[in-house]
């Protein structure tokens, strides 16, 4: 616990600021209900106007949450871990709304070339949404 | 700007950011944790011993991290702990010196957040074409609506955007020759923070950063006295 509290907080007492060093594979969390269609937990808006954008200064949760289940994505990808995994299971129950049993992946879009490719780089198992509503 | 008058301006300027960033979290799990963080903004903005409200304030970013298995919303909280750090040692430090000390450290993490983030991105050759850029709206996350990724098509713009970006940041340090240049690149740097904030949602970057931007003007103005 101590060694894991440090081990999170010398990163920022002693940041590395290197920001969009480069452009990597992005991730997008789809869920389906069990057997279901896939779609995005945490979709984007199609247009956002600027009055819109201007609002979002004082008060942006839902895009906030967006780009937590963006790093944990990342997280869960690069270093497997269960909070990450809980998180993202939370995430997408809350985005959800109601019971059931549902299943997240984690789909990574990617330049190769001039082609943009996805690829679902994890699948979780069935968990049931009440656990985290 | 005297060492005390910018000790109080961004602590003030914190309390202010760390409130907006609770209060989106007081509808939802964990806003014990939130309700906390901004009973002890209030505090500071009470100006009534405030290094023992940053001392409550470190502790709950300590709880912060460890609940979200690290920064939840990524540089912006870096830098929220990071100041709540150096104005904690800078108020409970046993002399003057550890304010000072305290202060230019948060300071030089500033220039640092420029210059660094500008430096890793000239040396990348995709930054320097713009392609970079073009692949932040095309496939990335960051675009706050999908109408945005439009502007993926206009790579001329985006190049033009990429070296304002990395001229911005890689000669920021420059602004520390002379106050008005310090006051004119700290007008561009919240300018950028502003545009971040609309077109990719990165709204708490913009408001604390700007939190720490007195601990960069009493630092030059620091700087200067040193000047024969």
């Avoid at chain 2, 000390?101 to 420029?114: K, N």
């Avoid at chain 2, 996350?141 to 955007?161: D, T």
């Avoid at chain 2, 310090?182 to 913009?206: E, I």
Wanted: charged letters at 15%.
């Amino acid at each position: 616990m101590i060694a894991r509290t440090f081990s999170q907080l010398m990163p920022v007492l002693f940041p590395s600021w290197r920001f969009f060093m480069t452009v990597g594979p992005s991730p997008r969390v789809e869920y389906r209900e069990k057997g279901g269609v896939w779609r995005e937990s945490h979709p984007k808006p199609a247009h956002l106007s600027v009055g819109q954008m201007a609002l979002r200064m004082f008060s942006n949760h839902a895009r906030n949450t967006q780009l937590y289940a963006v790093a944990l994505a990342e997280r869960l990808v690069a270093a497997p871990c269960d909070h990450s995994r809980d998180e993202l299971m939370r995430l997408v129950a809350e985005a959800h709304g109601s019971a059931g049993q549902l299943q997240f992946r984690l789909v990574f879009v990617m330049r190769e070339g001039e082609e943009l490719i996805s690829e679902v780089i994890y699948t979780s198992d069935l968990f049931s949404a009440e656990a985290f509503l | 700007m005297t060492l005390d008058l910018a000790m109080r301006v961004t602590e003030v300027m914190l309390a202010l950011a760390m409130i907006q960033q609770g209060a989106e979290h007081l509808s939802g799990k964990g806003r014990t944790l939130f309700a906390l963080r901004i009973a002890l903004c209030l505090w500071l903005l009470s100006g009534v011993a405030t290094g023992f409200a940053f001392l409550g304030l470190f502790a709950t970013s300590l709880v912060h991290l460890h609940r979200f298995g690290g920064p939840y919303n990524g540089g912006s909280d870096k830098m929220t702990i990071l100041i709540v750090t150096c104005l904690m040692v800078a108020r409970l430090g046993p002399s003057p010196l550890w304010a000072e000390l305290a202060m230019a450290y948060l300071a030089v993490q500033l220039v640092l957040s420029y210059f660094v983030s500008g430096y890793v991105k000239i040396v990348k050759p995709e930054w320097r074409s713009g392609q970079a850029l073009v692949d932040v709206f095309t496939f990335s996350a960051y675009p706050v609506s999908e109408s945005l990724r439009g502007w993926a098509a206009r790579p001329r713009l985006l190049q033009v955007m990429s070296w304002g970006v990395m001229g911005f940041e890689v000669l920021f340090p420059l602004a520390l020759l002379h106050p008005l240049a310090l006051y004119a690149g700290l007008a561009v740097a919240a300018t950028f923070h502003l545009v971040n904030a609309f077109l990719f949602g990165l709204n708490r970057f913009f408001w604390i950063w700007i939190c720490a931007y007195p601990s960069l003007i009493w630092f030059q103005g620091r700087l200067e006295g040193f000047t024969p």
